[in-house]
């Protein structure tokens, strides 16, 4: 009885984070909706942090690694608005949450992770997970037709939006000078072109620092 209690009880903060954290933010998409009202986000924290699997803020999944908070993320979803039998890749994938609500709208998903940990627990959640480089993108795959960065980056290598199909778009969170906001982007003639939409705590993924500046 005590475990059914508990499966109403996720199923409720599912349901409230769709009317309380998803929709005052602009989450409008219906697939998207209805994919972060499904996917059991408890099974893809640790277990001693699944009481907290519904906040919304980010929730340490690793040393250094936070999964995206819900909102944060259902906004960005929405913008991107995914569309089945597309292509896409999770960068920083984690523990396979995002990539799980990306299968649930009905995409071909290549999750992207480089922390050995991380990709294990995406295994046994049930997200096919691929260990390699962050910023190196996963070529074998492209081009893809939405990239969705699990984190945020203070910039795009040439490498991944090289694997970005042409009208391809993009999306995560994007650092400069210590504020955090979230991005989408559309790839046109070659280039990636951005827009920025709200600023957002989102944790930063390993990898995509702007090279400092010397100083004498």
């Known amino acids: 009885m005590a475990n059914e209690d508990l499966m109403q009880d996720f199923s409720l903060a599912r349901r409230t984070m769709v009317d309380n954290q998803l929709r005052p933010e602009g989450v409008t998409d219906r697939d998207v ?25 980010p929730l340490k999944i690793a040393d250094g690694r936070t999964m995206t908070p819900p909102a944060a993320l259902g906004r960005l979803l929405s913008e991107l608005a995914p569309k089945p039998g597309k292509r896409a890749l999770v960068v920083g994938s984690g523990t ?6 990306l299968k649930a709208v009905g995409l071909d998903v290549v999750a992207l992770e480089s922390d050995n940990a991380l990709v ?14 962050l910023a190196m993108g996963w070529a074998k ?21 090289k694997q970005i199909r042409e009208g391809g778009s993009v999306g995560g969170a ?11 982007g559309r790839v046109s003639g070659g280039a990636l072109g ?14 995509f620092e702007r090279p400092r500046a010397f100083i004498f």
Do not use: C, K, Q, W
């Open 33 to 57: 909706l209805a994919a972060m009202g499904s996917v059991p986000r408890e099974n893809y924290v640790p277990e001693g942090a699944r009481a907290l699997a519904y906040f919304d803020r």
């Open 96 to 101: 396979g949450y995002s990539a799980a609500v």
């Open 120 to 133: 294990a627990a995406a295994n046994e959640a049930g997200v096919e997970t691929v260990h390699g480089d």
């Open 141 to 161: 795959r492209a081009p893809y037709d939405l990239v969705l960065f699990d984190g945020a980056v203070e910039e795009i290598p040439a490498a991944l939006v």
């Open 174 to 184: 994007i650092s400069d000078r210590g504020v955090t906001r979230l991005f989408v």
């Open 194 to 207: 951005l827009r920025t939409l709200t600023d957002a705590d989102v944790d930063p993924l390993p990898g």
